[in-house]
């Protein structure tokens, strides 16, 4: 199953053409050695080796770990990192207008000295790390995400997501975390409708407009069939580590926040090369 994903890698790959000046390799030669290790779980030094790559897809030539480092931290490069993941969702083409919202929590250890990560709220308690925020459509298609320290509240930062939010996704579906109208109204600037559940059930003394709809829309079965789809990010999340070189968490290596941007924009891109060797992703 790995050569299948990697063989449409390798298709993404080619929509990489940028060759900075005064560089001896391409943005497309540092992707590639990045997704490399990060499909193995390596780190960037193992896939920087020659003898780590089978001959038959070892490049003709490999950078060392300090070139893969510092391009990574090239404006440019990150550019064509966003590019890359945006060419795979258009290889899916055209999806439903609902999309689902959540964050995943990417904990480090305790005692860790990464100055980046922040102790915020994780899965049935507190932790430490950083958090993945992610779209995802129904299809399991992560349409954007963004990867913050731990502490940022998940309603603040889905007001960046909703500005990434492709066009013909109309409809977002969050859990009661994202019931707020200041999030509300930024999905209603931007064309879309957020449907969440109600904190406590209840509207509120203001009586929002926005707010008393989702509470006759959850009194309705459709409503909660709804609300119920948003689910299918869980799912999402779940199929990413459900494969061999699928997220299995943050490896010693992945520290500071822009490394761990790197990792997880690896595992998105191969999580969607998985997704095309599907008979029904083609």
């Known amino acids: 199953m790995e050569g299948h994903v990697w063989s449409i890698v390798e298709e993404l790959l080619l929509e990489v053409e940028s060759k900075p000046p005064r560089c001896d390799y391409s943005d497309r030669e540092i992707l590639r050695v990045t997704l490399w290790g990060v499909m193995h779980d390596r ?91 992610a779209l995802a459509d129904l299809r399991h298609v992560i349409l954007a995400y963004v990867i913050r320290p731990m502490n940022e509240a998940e309603q603040t930062v889905a007001l960046t997501l909703v500005e990434k939010a492709p066009p013909p996704v109309t409809r977002l579906l969050g859990d ?75 490896p010693p290596w992945a520290r500071r926040e822009h490394r761990v941007f790197r990792w997880m924009w690896g595992k998105n891109l191969l999580h969607h090369a998985w997704l095309l060797t599907k008979p029904r992703a083609a």
């Open 43 to 133: 780190p960037m030094s193992w896939a920087c080796e020659a003898d780590n790559w089978p001959q038959a897809l070892r490049p003709p030539s490999l950078p060392n770990d300090s070139t893969v480092s510092r391009r990574w931290k090239k404006p440019a490069l990150v550019k064509q990192a966003h590019a890359l993941h945006a060419v795979s969702v258009r290889r899916f083409g055209k999806g439903s207008r609902y999309a689902a919202i959540d964050g995943r929590s990417l904990p480090v250890g305790g005692c860790s000295k990464d100055p980046d990560a922040r102790c915020g709220r994780a899965a049935r308690g507190l932790g430490k790390g950083y958090k993945l925020h």
């Open 176 to 250: 009661g975390n994202y019931d707020s109208m200041r999030l509300h109204g930024a999905a209603a600037k931007a064309g879309k409708k957020l449907y969440t559940p109600l904190r406590l059930n209840r509207v509120g003394r203001r009586r929002q407009p926005r707010r008393v709809q989702l509470l006759r829309l959850g009194q309705r079965a459709v409503g909660r069939q709804l609300l119920k789809s948003r689910d299918e990010i869980e799912r999402t999340f779940g199929q990413t580590s459900n494969v061999a070189f699928g997220f299995k968490g943050l």
